[in-house]
């Protein structure tokens, strides 16, 4: 499903994000990926979902070598992938309609289709009674879920998710986890970006941890930095 081969980011300032990644994410796997600041966790998931272009290596995405996938067939390639960013990057001047609906419309959805579908996002969110709210009425909690919500609408094969519980308090990471775990549970392949160690932990899903751009550990077991089987999958 997700496969990196000598990866290697170096960004325009000279900033160099991963440094020979090697790893493997079967299809249906759940997995946490976990590092300080900086260590490159958002960077990868950023790759898997060409919004940025990896320097160097090969990164095959269910069967298909994200070096061949042209600008203008991204937002294809993207149909099948669910991003949920840690800032919500919600439309404060749209209901919650309208911001879960946004990636239906911009793929072309009939407007029938779309509210079954939100309806049924929202539904699995616990999230339907305030369908015609705005963002700003929600909670910290709510507006998470909403961005949950929109992430799955399009019943995406990937699911990503960058730091999704960092502005929660622990009781909501974990009920925010364990959401992540149920569409795992139905066949999604989950990548989660997290610092909170300990919860994910807890969790007793497969770890990745990075360190200055690199793998230093997969599910708790130390790997060789330039060895080509760090993989995990």
């Known amino acids: ?120 996002a929202l539904d699995k969110v616990s999230l339907l009674p305030k369908i015609n709210s705005y963002p700003m009425s929600l909670s910290g909690g709510e507006q998470q879920r909403v961005g949950v919500a929109r992430a799955v609408v399009h019943r995406p094969a990937i699911l990503l998710a960058d730091e999704p519980t960092g502005n929660l308090d622990p009781a909501l990471s974990w009920d925010t986890m364990k959401l992540f775990e149920q569409f795992n549970q139905v066949g999604v392949t989950v990548l989660i970006a997290s610092h909170d160690l300990d919860m994910i932990k807890r969790l007793q899903k497969r770890i990745i941890t990075l360190k200055q751009g690199r793998i230093l550990t997969h599910a708790g077991t130390p790997l060789e930095e330039n060895a080509s089987s760090n993989e995990a999958g």
């Open 1 to 120: 499903m997700i496969r990196f081969t000598n990866v290697n980011m170096t960004y325009a300032d000279g900033n160099e994000a991963l440094r020979n990644i090697n790893l493997h994410v079967a299809q249906g796997a759940m997995v946490y990926i976990t590092g300080r600041s900086g260590a490159g966790k958002s960077t990868l998931l950023r790759l898997i979902a060409l919004i940025d272009r990896h320097s160097r290596g090969q990164i095959i995405i269910n069967g298909q070598n994200l070096d061949r996938v042209r600008n203008r067939r991204i937002p294809l390639f993207r149909r099948h992938i669910g991003f949920m960013f840690q800032d919500h990057r919600l439309l404060n001047d749209r209901t919650v309609f309208d911001n879960v609906g946004l990636p239906l419309v911009i793929a072309g959805y009939r407007h029938q289709e779309i509210r079954k579908r939100v309806q049924a």
